[in-house]
């Protein structure tokens, strides 16, 4: 008989190591979130946070250990990368948006040439993502013509039209002006209460205390402590989470 938790699993990273030349910068990480959970890694800027989201979906190959996403493991076979990105969205703390292309173009790139949506579903579904974050009557403007909080919400969206099961955010809102946190935190927010399955590299600690199940730190590449947020915040175990918390808090 199958497992019920093993069926909620939608990520499985199992004992996970990987190298920079020498630099041993994940060190024998695992980690397993279920469907629908919220996670937030926090940690000291260089302790791996990137580095271990990046290899969820492949924009950086791991040496040892197993990745399986969605019962998919990520090995060197394309098909399996191919199949894996378009299953988790990924949104990054400088938005990456073409700024040649229009808002609209933004969203409609993705499904159009990867998923072979045709155009103007793929303009709908855009549009209606667009809505969502609150931004549609900038559709037609470039994202120079945007402020940051607003880029960052059109990355979102982005992300939503390819309709990933899991959802990487890394330091979304750390490139941001303070009065534009709240916008794509509230954002974030939304898309929780809707169910998506997310992992969220941030030190926005109001947000991992209304958001997260799980809130761990990393430090060294290793995940030093894991709790849910009530202890992680209020009786951190170690000293490194003792000290890191008193810097940001
Ligand atoms: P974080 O996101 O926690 O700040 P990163 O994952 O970006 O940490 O980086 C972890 C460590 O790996 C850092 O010491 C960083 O300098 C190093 N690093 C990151 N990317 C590369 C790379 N492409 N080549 C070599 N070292 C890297
Ligand atoms: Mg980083």
Avoid at 31 to 53: H, N
Avoid at 95 to 122: C, M, Q, Y
Avoid at 169 to 192: C, H, I, N, R
Avoid at 195 to 216: D, L, P
Wanted: net charge negative.
């Amino acid at each position: 008989m199958n497992d019920t938790r093993q069926d909620d699993v939608i990520i499985q990273i199992q004992s996970l190591n990987k190298w920079y030349g020498d630099f041993h910068v994940l060190k024998n990480i695992n980690l397993e979130v279920r469907k629908q959970e919220k996670i937030v890694i926090c940690g000291p800027s260089g302790s791996g946070k990137s580095t271990l989201i990046r290899c969820i979906n492949r924009l950086e190959e791991h040496q040892k250990g197993k990745i399986i996403v969605d019962d998919i493991e990520l090995t060197n076979n394309l098909k399996n990368i191919e199949k894996i990105r378009t299953e988790v969205g990924m949104v990054f703390q400088h938005f990456n948006l073409f700024p040649h292309l229009s808002i609209l173009d933004n969203l409609t790139i993705g499904p159009i040439w990867v998923r072979k949506t045709p155009k103007k579903e793929a303009e709908e579904t855009a549009m209606f993502y667009l809505e969502k974050v609150k931004i549609a009557e900038q559709a037609n403007k470039f994202p120079g013509q945007l402020s940051g909080g607003q880029q960052q919400r059109v990355a979102i969206a982005r992300s939503l039209c390819m309709k990933p099961k899991v959802m990487l955010f890394d330091e979304p809102t750390s490139a941001l002006d303070p009065e534009m946190v709240k916008e794509v935190l509230d954002v974030m927010v939304q898309l929780s209460e809707e169910g998506m399955t997310m992992i969220v590299v941030t030190h926005e600690m109001g947000f991992a205390k209304t958001v997260a199940q799980r809130v761990m730190l990393m430090d060294e590449g290793m995940i030093l402590e894991e709790n849910n947020p009530t202890d992680f915040f209020e009786h951190p175990e170690h000293e490194r989470t003792k000290f890191f918390l008193s810097q940001i808090l």
